[in-house]
């Protein structure tokens, strides 16, 4: 089945503890993504990688990192969670040169 | 730069009757438009999408969107609302890059 595989999908952290929320899709895509959402804001683009080792920053890179050394995975990084890293984040992925985005089921981050 | 606005954070209409959910979209370019369905703790799943087709566009679910370059609008429709179409919609826009553009998102409430 095609899909996009995030973990975990729930997480409660302390301020500073860094962790990885992973990425992973099936669909050999080249385009990746992360998202967060929060109330009355929609979805707004993190980073994203258009392939192998090309990553960028999206509308909100501040205090996240990422990395895409294999095409299937797309990790998201928080070095030093803060409180207002608290969101739902999600995961998409995309064929080259198709506006469709996957999206994965998300995670949600609590940063206590 | 492209950006999308929702008109309404929630809708609420009674079953049977039509749901309209209001997006208006601005673009330099033709733009690609998107609307994203997403249920209670899951991820977006794709509605229906416009690229420069037919302006009326059907999606899943007996859902459809009318693109009106004059109205810069691509609102969305379904002619009588099921208990089951409670959700969270998001419109999008996207360029030939394929960066998803969200607007804030509408929350349809459906009453027995």
């Known amino acids: 089945e095609a899909q996009v595989t995030q973990n975990p999908r729930y997480l409660i952290t302390v301020t500073g503890k860094k962790l990885t929320v992973t990425c992973s899709q099936n669909?050999?895509?080249?385009?990746m993504s992360w998202y967060r959402q929060d109330p009355g804001l929609g979805l707004r683009q993190i980073y994203y990688s258009m392939n192998v080792e090309v990553t960028d920053k999206g509308d909100v890179p501040e205090g996240y990192k990422v990395s895409r050394k294999e095409k299937r995975n797309f990790p998201l990084i928080l070095e030093s969670p803060s409180p207002n890293q608290t969101s739902l984040y999600f995961c998409?992925?995309?064929?080259?040169?198709?506006?469709?985005?996957?999206f994965g089921a998300g995670t949600r981050l609590s940063v206590l | 730069a492209q950006s999308v606005t929702q008109l309404g954070s929630h809708v609420s209409v009674s079953e049977g009757a039509l749901v309209l959910l209001r997006c208006n979209y601005s673009s330099s370019v033709p733009p690609y438009l998107f609307w994203y369905v997403q249920y209670p703790n899951q991820g977006l799943q794709l509605l229906l999408k416009?690229?420069?087709?037919?302006?009326l566009v059907k999606g899943i679910n007996g859902f459809e969107a009318e693109f009106k370059k004059s109205e810069t609008s691509f609102h969305l429709t379904k002619p009588s609302a099921h208990m089951s179409d409670a959700a969270e919609y998001f419109c999008a826009v996207s360029d030939q890059g394929g960066k998803l553009i969200f607007g804030q998102g509408t929350e349809l409430s459906v009453k027995p």
């Open positions: 998409a992925s995309a064929k080259r040169g198709k506006n469709i985005q996957y």
């Open positions: 669909m050999n895509h080249e385009y």
């Open positions: 416009y690229t420069s087709a037919a302006t």
